[in-house]
């Protein structure tokens, strides 16, 4: 595990990677993180990057039905999503690379994604709650991180909650939490490779 964190005035600018071939997911950027939220999102990255690679997650993503897709499968979805490949990130290196801020917002929105910048904001006040929560704050943050991922990918979620809620960015983050939390909890996943 590669963690090399160069501090700048307000920000740390990392390059954070594991060697092998499946899905990569990186820090491009993280901007008004101290010390403690550092380590609490790497540690929460790892936990991710199981899920991410885990064939229950996969299974969960191209069974479960969804909308909003942009006119792709589910199996189109996935692997649009495995490539790494967005407006903002136009390789297809199977990375994810995540721009991150922490910015103190009022209750009531977890975050957002800048749909121009592919740049994610996390509210502090949230954030702070999932470093105080344990193995479901963990899991939190990782159902944050995928859902947001999503809409910097162009997927976005409209109307009612009842088709919200099944929308793309909402079944990858849900799904992710989940699977999250049961693997902190003892349950062992699949890792896609090797299977
Ligand atoms: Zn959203």
Not at 41 to 66: C, G, P, W
Request: aromatic share 14%.
């Amino acid at each position: 595990m590669l963690c090399n964190i160069e501090k700048t005035k307000h920000s740390f600018i990392k390059t954070y990677d594991d060697n092998g071939d499946l899905l990569h997911v990186k820090i491009a950027n993280m901007v008004n993180f101290n010390e403690q939220e550092t380590h609490f999102f790497i540690r929460a990255l790892r936990v991710k990057k199981i899920v991410d690679n885990s064939q229950e997650y996969k299974q969960k993503l191209l069974h479960t039905k969804m909308t909003q897709k942009r006119g792709r499968t589910n199996l189109e979805v996935y692997n649009h999503w495995r490539s790494g490949f967005s407006n903002y990130d136009s390789m297809v290196d199977n990375d994810l690379d995540y721009f991150v801020t922490l910015y103190p917002g009022k209750k009531g929105t977890l975050g957002y994604t800048s749909m121009s910048s592919g740049k994610i904001y996390i509210n502090r006040q949230y954030y702070k709650y999932w470093m105080n929560n344990g193995d479901e704050g963990i899991s939190g943050l990782i159902g944050n991180l995928n859902h947001e991922y999503m809409h910097s990918m162009g997927y976005i979620h409209r109307g009612f909650w009842s088709y919200k809620r099944n929308s793309v960015p909402y079944v990858y983050g849900r799904e992710a939490r989940y699977l999250a939390l049961e693997h902190l909890q003892g349950r062992a996943l699949t890792p896609l490779l090797g299977v």
